[in-house]
């Protein structure tokens, strides 16, 4: 099983970050997956969660109006476009796959992925 995250890195205040989740090793559509993310010092936090295709999404309340989530069913691949980037959303950045028809925030996580380090600099 994996959840390989990509598309972190370095990015200034006001700007956006397209993260990717790459899922190999199950049945894509067997599950929903979602993000957390942990700042630094900070516990792991819930952010979104997408199911069954885009029929039903969540975003945190901290992210709402800058969070999009979607899904390629074709290419077992969920993004998270994050825009108008705020220091205090310097974190490292997880996709994990969650039991189908899972609620969100989640309180089961089927696998998790290896993150993705965002840093964003005021």
């Known amino acids: 099983v994996q959840l390989q995250a990509s598309g972190g890195g370095l990015v200034q205040a006001g700007g956006s970050l397209r993260l990717a989740c790459a899922a190999s090793?199950?049945?894509?559509?067997?599950?929903?997956i979602g993000w957390f993310r942990q700042p630094p010092g900070k516990e792991r936090e819930a952010i979104s969660c997408?199911?069954?295709?885009?029929?039903?999404?969540f975003v945190a309340d901290s992210l709402k109006g800058r969070l999009t989530i979607s899904s390629d069913n074709n290419k077992n691949t969920v993004y998270l476009q994050i825009d108008s980037l705020k220091p205090e959303d310097t974190a490292k950045y997880y996709c994990?796959?969650?039991?189908?028809?899972?609620?969100?925030?989640?309180?089961?996580?089927?696998?998790w992925g290896q993150g993705t380090q965002v840093t964003v600099s005021s």
């Open positions: 090793g199950f049945t894509f559509d067997d599950y929903d």
């Open positions: 997408i199911s069954d295709g885009d029929a039903g999404t």
């Open positions: 994990v796959a969650l039991p189908w028809g899972s609620v969100c925030p989640p309180d089961i996580v089927a696998f």
